[in-house]
């Protein structure tokens, strides 16, 4: 099983009583913790306004981050979960992924989503179409992104997107390009896209949810002849631990928690709780078919769980 953790950006309200003038050096400190406590990759998220709730709190765009994390890292991979494929063309996406692939001697995984924060959308002036649609230009982005990846050049003429002769200099290092992470869980649309294309799937759920998922990308898998075993699944994972059961529920009582429902729910469905507890439910996740688990520390910026996780919880699953 591998491991990621994701770097506290601001999206998720996770950067609020640190001035902006210190929030690039607590993201690059959260990053090479990660790295020495031998996690395989860290993650960003791809936003532009914060959530749950909407304020004027720093919020750092996702592929400045990658850039800036590929010079301050040296071994983890880094990627984005996930690039909403509206906010750039896919063209100048393929462009930029493969600088950030070379300026990191080869770390990039390329997430990729069609995207759904619709105020972000407006505030920033994108159209936001049907979901259909938006599924719909995911598709050809992949197609686009994976031949500039490594084709000559590249013309394409879509529903969406039309290019004439794009070249894309410098390739990416790895061969034969990038992971393609495709998240989502549509069953009609995305999950087929994913079959199509992906080297790793990420849907959210229940056990009962994402076993369903599973099978609904098998068939998928088989209607367009890959081989399901090719597709590594993954899911993300939010985490708050305590030596014990007791020192987690003060951290979580004393944790002054941004919105997404009661604390008590939040944990729930979270990794909360002591390294025995976390560890039975990383053991579940591991039972449902996941082979990377991508972890949202809730105390990356004020306490110790992505150190205790690693060191504690890691170890028993590699």
């Known amino acids: 099983m591998r491991f990621g953790a994701f770097v506290p950006q601001g999206w998720r309200l996770d950067l609020g009583d640190i001035p902006p003038e210190h929030q690039w050096d607590t993201m690059v400190a959260t990053a090479r913790v990660a790295e020495q406590t031998g996690f395989d990759s860290v993650w960003v998220y791809d936003h532009f306004h914060t959530f749950p709730d ?139 896209i994913v079959a199509e294309h992906a080297d790793y799937a990420n849907f959210f759920g229940d056990e009962e949810v994402f076993r369903h998922k599973t099978a609904v990308l098998e068939r998928h898998c088989c209607d367009v002849g890959r081989n399901f075993d090719e597709i590594t699944l993954s899911a993300n994972v939010d985490c708050l631990m305590g030596e014990t059961e007791a020192e987690a529920a003060e951290k979580l009582a004393s944790w002054n928690k941004p919105g997404e429902g009661a604390k008590e729910d939040w944990a729930a469905r979270s990794l909360f709780g002591s390294p025995d507890r976390v560890s039975e439910k990383v053991a579940s996740l591991r039972a449902r078919g996941v082979d990377y688990l991508i972890v949202y520390f809730a105390d990356a910026t004020w306490g110790d769980s992505m150190r205790r996780f690693a060191e504690e919880v890691m170890p028993a699953f590699r």
């Open 54 to 192: 909407l304020s004027q709190q720093a919020t750092w765009e996702a592929w400045t981050l990658m850039a800036g994390l590929a010079e301050a890292t040296e071994r983890v991979r880094l990627g984005q979960m996930c690039t909403c494929n509206s906010y750039r063309s896919p063209a100048y996406l393929a462009k930029v992924t493969a600088c950030v692939d070379v300026m990191s001697g080869g770390r990039l995984e390329l997430g990729i989503g069609a995207g759904w924060y619709e105020h972000e959308y407006r505030g920033y002036g994108y159209e936001f179409p049907k979901a259909s649609v938006r599924i719909g230009q995911l598709g050809e982005a992949v197609e686009i992104i994976k031949s500039m990846w490594t084709e000559a050049t590249t013309s394409y003429d879509g529903k969406h997107y039309r290019l004439d002769g794009a070249i894309n200099q410098p390739k990416p290092l790895q061969d034969p390009h990038p992971p393609l992470w495709i998240a989502g869980g549509g069953e009609q649309l995305t999950l087929r």
